[in-house]
T-cell receptor, first 117, second 115 residues
Framework: AQTVTQSQPEMSVQEAETVTLSCTYD???????LFWYKQPPSRQMILVIR??????QNATENRFSVNFQKAAKSFSLKISDSQLGDAAMYFC??????????????FGTGTRLQVTL | DAGVTQSPTHLIKTRGQQVTLRCSPK?????VSWYQQALGQGPQFIFQ???????QRGNFPDRFSGHQFPNYSSELNVNALLLGDSALYLC??????????????FGEGSRLTVL
């Protein structure tokens, strides 16, 4: 079974600064997807960024980028130019391609990000 | 375009009771999955429904059951409630034809408190 570990329960960043959230995972599979989801106080999970394991290039979405180290099984999220609206819980998630559908994700325990003025 | 909607948003039950939670998927989606998110934890996969059948199941007891209707909406039923069932229950929908690449869209969840 796959596991996802987020070792930073809380992080804080000043507005306009850069912050990196860490995630490691354990799997014996070679093909999979990794995700970062954001969960604001509204509780709705919102997809931030996705990385396919077969792609060596790190995914980027505007101010969000990842550092994907497949051999090290590490998948960190970098948020640049942090904004007050970035404050939320951030979850790292793993999806096995062997399950056949998009539905089953394995989540980490989350990192609460605070953004200060 | 309505996203994933869930009801009720909050509810309180007592131990031993039964609860039904409801979910309407995003327009155009035909697959619904349910997750349990305990306080301070990440969501855990309960099960997935497609074509009105349970297709995948996580490590949850038979007290957790579900149903999918012809209009793709879904219900999650939990029998014989335990204190440990207190959690946020999230529904997520996707389009089966997108297979593994399909993005999951989540609702805002139903907060269940068991006293």
């Amino acid at each position: 079974a796959q596991t996802v570990t987020q070792s930073q329960p809380e992080m804080s960043v000043q507005e306009a600064e850069t912050v990196t959230l860490s995630c490691t995972y354990d799997t014996s599979e070679s093909d999979y997807y990794l995700f970062w989801y954001k969960q604001p106080p509204s509780r709705q999970m919102i997809l931030v960024i996705r990385q396919e394991a077969y792609k060596q290039q790190n995914a980027t979405e505007n101010r969000f980028s990842v550092n994907f180290q497949k051999a090290a099984k590490s998948f960190s999220l970098k948020i640049s130019d942090s904004q007050l609206g970035d404050a939320a819980m951030y979850f790292c998630a793993y999806k096995s391609l062997s399950t056949g559908t998009a539905s089953k994700l394995t989540f980490g325990t989350g990192t609460r990000l605070q953004v200060t003025l | 375009d309505a996203g994933v909607t869930q009801s009720p948003t909050h509810l309180i039950k007592t131990r031993g009771q039964q609860v039904t939670l409801r979910c309407s998927p995003k327009s155009g989606h035909d697959t619904v999955s349910w997750y349990q998110q305990a306080l301070g934890q990440g969501p855990q996969f309960i099960f997935q429904y497609y074509e009105e059948e349970e297709r995948q199941r996580g490590n949850f007891p038979d007290r957790f059951s579900g149903h999918q209707f012809p209009n793709y909406s879904s219900e999650l039923n939990v029998n014989a409630l335990l204190l440990g069932d207190s959690a946020l229950y999230l529904c997520a929908s996707s389009w089966a034809r997108q297979g593994n690449t399909g993005e999951l869209f989540f609702g805002e969840g139903s907060r269940l408190t068991v006293l």
